[in-house]
């Protein structure tokens, strides 16, 4: 991915299918209802589940614990960073409240 960066969080507003409509609607919207072509590599960014575009930020199967940025936080595992890369954008689901939230730090 480019120097750019975009961050997308859907927060909890009402009940679990509000969440699981949001995130939905916001991977149509970044995906072009699975029509739209990477830049890069030219290919159709389609997803078999919601999580290959907006993956919950609070689930442990999305960290690399063992290996941390220079801030001492988990990084992704490669397969969201290969999916941030063909969606050309990153984009988090959480149910965490706004204040518990983490703040980019670019």
Same mark, same amino acid.
């Given at each position: 991915?480019?120097?750019?960066?975009?961050?997308?969080?859907?927060?909890?507003?009402?009940? &679990?299918?509000?969440?699981?409509?949001?995130s939905?609607?916001?991977?149509?919207?970044?995906?072009?209802?699975?029509?739209?072509?990477?830049?890069?590599?030219?290919?159709?960014?389609?997803?078999?589940?919601?999580?290959?575009?907006?993956?919950? &930020?609070?689930?442990?199967?999305?960290w690399?614990?063992?290996?941390?940025?220079?801030?001492?936080?988990?990084?992704?595992?490669?397969?969201?960073?290969?999916?941030?890369?063909?969606?050309e954008?990153?984009?988090?689901?959480?149910? &965490?409240?706004f204040? &518990?939230t983490?703040?980019?730090?670019?």
């Amino acid at each position: 991915m480019d120097a750019k960066r975009e961050f997308i969080f859907l927060f909890r507003i009402g009940n &679990l299918y509000d969440v699981v409509f949001c995130s939905q609607v916001v991977a149509q919207i970044i995906t072009n209802c699975e029509r739209k072509k990477n830049g890069s590599t030219g290919e159709k960014m389609r997803f078999k589940h919601i999580s290959d575009v907006s993956p919950f &930020l609070e689930i442990d199967p999305h960290w690399d614990y063992d290996t941390v940025d220079t801030y001492g936080r988990p990084v992704n595992v490669e397969s969201v960073d290969a999916n941030f890369a063909k969606f050309e954008r990153r984009t988090f689901n959480t149910h &965490l409240p706004f204040e &518990l939230t983490p703040v980019s730090s670019v």
